[in-house]
T-cell receptor, first 114, second 114 residues
Framework: DTGVSQDPRHKITKRGQNVTFRCDPI?????LYWYRQTLGQGPEFLTY????????KSRLLSDRFSAERPKGSFSTLEIQRTEQGDSAMYLC????????????FGSGTQLSVL | QKEVEQNSGPLSVPEGAIASLNCTYS??????FFWYRQYSGKSPELIMF????GDKEDGRFTAQLNKASQYVSLLIRDSQPSDSATYLC??????????????FGKGTHLIIQP
């Protein structure tokens, strides 16, 4: 394992459907972050975990979004009742807690809501 | 008030010249500053970080920090076409009540002309 892995790479869905994304962090990293990025913008923080505990969620995060990291390894991000405004690149990143600002990003999941 | 500001560009620089990328931030309590490079369709990659006032050099890259002016910059010497990318400035801010997570600027699109 040489990096952060995300699945799927692309997801096309219809408005109102639920979608789930998966992230596998670098194995020794205990912190895992979710970011969202739209065209022409920088990544926007959504939430992060230290081990299995979700320590922070963005105030901008709708209650349609939920994230889990049940065993402190991989994480899932679910979006319920998707809206066209949810279309974006969803980026996962991981880090060591002692170097929490040095994030390593995955390739992202590009979501298109039709 | 935007927390991290960058000129979106594009910034066009001839090959072999010095590319200068600038970033300002609003939170005077910010302590850690980062530059990420993002190629089109790819995820951000950490290239430089700086914590103290002054210059920090790494190969062809130099990061400069001036906390009094709330200004951080990235210089790329002997710029190459492969340096063409979007450069994201990121800052750990204290506005969320902690030092966890990064706030990104929108990025500057750099084009190195052969």
């Amino acid at each position: 394992d040489t990096g952060v892995s995300q699945d799927p790479r692309h997801k096309i869905t219809k408005r109102g459907q639920n979608v789930t994304f998966r992230c596998d962090p670098i194995s020794e990293h205990n912190r895992l972050y979710w970011y969202r990025q739209t065209l022409g913008q920088g990544p926007e923080f959504l939430t992060y975990f230290q081990n299995e505990a979700q320590l922070e969620k963005s105030r901008l995060l709708s209650d349609r979004f939920s994230a889990e990291r049940p065993k402190g390894s991989f994480s899932t991000l679910e979006i319920q009742r998707t809206e066209q405004g949810d279309s974006a690149m969803y980026l996962c990143a991981s880090s060591l807690a002692r170097e929490n600002e040095k994030l390593f990003f995955g390739s992202g999941t590009q979501l298109s809501v039709l | 008030q935007k927390e991290v500001e960058q000129n979106s560009g594009p910034l066009s620089v001839p090959e072999g010249a010095i590319a200068s990328l600038n970033c300002t931030y609003s939170d005077r309590g910010s302590q850690s500053f980062f530059w990420y490079r993002q190629y089109s369709g790819k995820s951000p990659e950490l290239i430089m970080f700086i914590y103290s006032n002054g210059d920090k050099e790494d190969g062809r890259f130099t990061a400069q920090l001036n906390k009094a002016s709330q200004y951080v910059s990235l210089l790329i010497r002997d710029s190459q076409p492969s340096d063409s990318a979007t450069y994201l400035c990121a800052v750990i801010t204290t506005v969320r009540g902690g030092a966890d997570g990064l706030t990104f600027g929108k990025g500057t699109h750099l084009i190195i002309q052969p």
